[in-house]
C-alpha cells in the first residue's frame, strides 16, 4: 500500500512539474531554468524581457568580463542590479527605475571598499510634463521656470562622493538634476535632456491643467527652496 502511495506522489510530482514548464512556455516567448530550478532571462510574446535576468558579458579587447543580475519589468531594468566580477567579487550596486537609473548607485574595488557613491534622479513615467528651473548666466539663481515635455532620463541629482583606497575620502560633488554646483557659483553642467514646449504654439489642455497646478505662487515659493517639480 505504502509503494503504491509513493509511486502515485511521484506521478503527481512529474505532472506538476509539466504543467509548471507548460504554463511558463506559453506565457513567455523564452526563459532558461537555472541549477537551482529558478525561471530566469524570460521573454514574453511581446518581446519584452520581464522578472530576474542574469547577465554574462565575456572580455573584450583587454576590458574583464562581469555578470550583473536584477529584474526587468516590461522590457526595462526595475529596482536593485548587482554586477560581480568574474570571481564572485562585488562590483556595483545600481538601483533603477522604469530603465533608469534612480536613488543611490554605490560601485566597488575588487577588494570590496567603496570608491564611488552617486545620487541619481530618474524620469517618472506617470508624469508627462516636468517643470525645471533656468539659471542666470554664471551663477545658481534661479531666474525663471519651463514647462517642458519629459523624455526618458536618468540625471546625476544629490551629493556624489569619491574615494581612494581603503574607502579615504577624496572629494563630493553636489548635483541640482543634472547640473553640478560650484561653491563659487560658476559654470554649470547641464546632462538633462528635455524637449521644450515652443512658446508660440498653442498649449495643449494637458499643459494648461499642469501650469495650472503649479501656480505662480507655488512657483515663487519653490523658488525660494531652491526646489523643482521633480
Not at 66 to 95: C, M, Q
Request: with cysteine; aromatic share 12%; charged share 30%.
Amino acid at each position: 500500500m505504502k509503494n503504491t502511495n509513493y509511486k502515485m506522489a511521484g506521478i503527481f510530482l512529474v505532472v506538476m512539474a509539466l504543467f509548471f514548464c507548460y504554463s511558463i512556455n506559453a506565457q513567455n516567448k523564452s526563459f532558461i531554468i537555472s541549477p537551482k530550478g529558478d525561471t530566469l532571462n524570460n521573454v514574453d510574446k511581446n518581446n519584452l524581457k520581464q522578472g530576474k535576468w542574469v547577465i554574462a558579458v565575456a572580455e573584450l579587447r583587454g576590458e574583464p568580463g562581469y555578470e550583473e543580475e536584477g529584474y526587468y519589468k516590461a522590457g526595462k531594468k526595475t529596482g536593485p542590479w548587482r554586477k560581480y566580477n568574474n570571481t564572485g567579487d562585488i562590483l556595483a550596486v545600481e538601483n533603477y527605475k522604469a530603465g533608469g537609473k534612480e536613488g543611490v548607485q554605490e560601485y566597488f574595488s575588487f577588494l570590496g571598499d567603496l570608491l564611488r557613491h552617486e545620487e541619481w534622479k530618474g524620469y517618472d513615467p506617470e508624469t508627462p510634463f516636468d517643470t525645471i528651473a533656468v539659471y542666470g548666466q554664471g551663477n545658481n539663481q534661479i531666474s525663471s521656470y519651463k514647462i517642458v515635455k519629459a523624455e526618458q532620463y536618468s540625471v546625476p541629482n544629490g551629493i556624489w562622493k569619491y574615494y581612494s583606497a581603503g574607502e579615504k575620502f577624496i572629494k563630493a560633488e553636489n548635483y541640482d538634476h543634472g547640473r553640478l554646483l560650484k561653491e563659487d557659483g560658476s559654470t554649470a553642467i547641464v546632462t538633462k535632456k528635455v524637449t521644450e514646449v515652443a512658446e508660440e504654439k498653442v498649449k495643449t489642455k494637458e499643459i494648461l491643467e499642469y501650469e495650472k497646478k503649479y501656480s505662480k505662487k507655488k512657483r515663487k515659493q519653490m523658488e525660494r527652496d531652491g526646489k523643482t517639480a521633480l
